[in-house]
């Protein structure tokens, strides 16, 4: 039953990668939709999140915060969507590696380049991901090598970082690549990602302000 299964969301928020990660499992779902204001931070939604952030999902009693933690969470609840490799697979090492690639270097590097700061070179050592260069040089040549992350075939992990991606390009925080931009066009034409678009898109239109 869709009460079971909630998703907690802002149209405009990294909700939009779980969206995707949910029409990839095809399975019935409710949207709860939180407004950056009071929504966030009602007591209801803090015993959710107490970060009183987006996105979560409550399936039945277990409840999952943190994109790359959703995904995972989903591809090993839903085996038959066949968005991880299974675990004796020798796959799942790369799996884990990028999918957690995408939720430490990547996200840390993005965030601090829309911030403006950039970690001094004599002080790269201390910070996980080192500098937004490596990361992205790390990146490419994984991607100029394969068409997913994975193996052959798209997993949850193309799914994070191929958005991460997408959201960067798009807005400026990530240099666009040739690698990326082939890799993210390829993602991004699945039905799933088109129905998630376009089920956000619609929430998100529909509460615009309307002209006068």
């Not at 909700?15 to 995707?20: D, I, L, M």
């Not at 999140?49 to 999952?64: D, F, L, Q, S, W």
Request: hydrophobic residues 45%; aromatic residues 10%.
């Amino acid at each position: 039953m869709t009460d079971d299964f909630v998703l907690y969301t802002h149209p405009m928020s990294r909700g939009r990668v779980v969206r995707w990660m949910l029409e990839e499992i095809g399975r019935p779902y409710r949207t709860e939709l939180l407004d950056y204001g009071t929504g966030m931070k009602a007591p209801d939604y803090l015993a959710i999140n107490p970060m009183g952030k987006v996105p979560a999902i409550r399936h039945g009693a277990v409840v999952v915060t943190e994109v790359a933690a959703i995904c995972a969470y989903l591809a090993d609840a839903f085996p038959e969507a066949g968005l991880a490799p299974p675990p004796a697979s020798p796959l799942r090492g790369p799996y884990y590696r990028w999918l957690f690639f995408g939720a430490g270097p990547v996200e840390a590097a993005a965030t601090n380049k829309a911030f403006g700061f950039e970690v001094p070179p004599e002080r790269r050592a201390m910070a996980g991901y080192g500098c937004l260069a490596d990361v992205l040089d790390t990146l490419e040549g994984a991607l100029e090598e394969r068409e997913y992350l994975a193996g052959e075939a798209f997993t949850a992990a193309d799914l994070y970082v191929g958005s991460q991606l997408d959201w960067g390009m798009m807005f400026g925080t990530l240099e666009k690549r040739p690698a990326f931009e082939r890799y993210v066009q390829r993602l991004v034409s699945r039905p799933a990602a088109a129905r998630a678009r376009a089920i956000d898109d619609a929430l998100l239109a529909a509460q615009a302000p309307s002209a006068s």
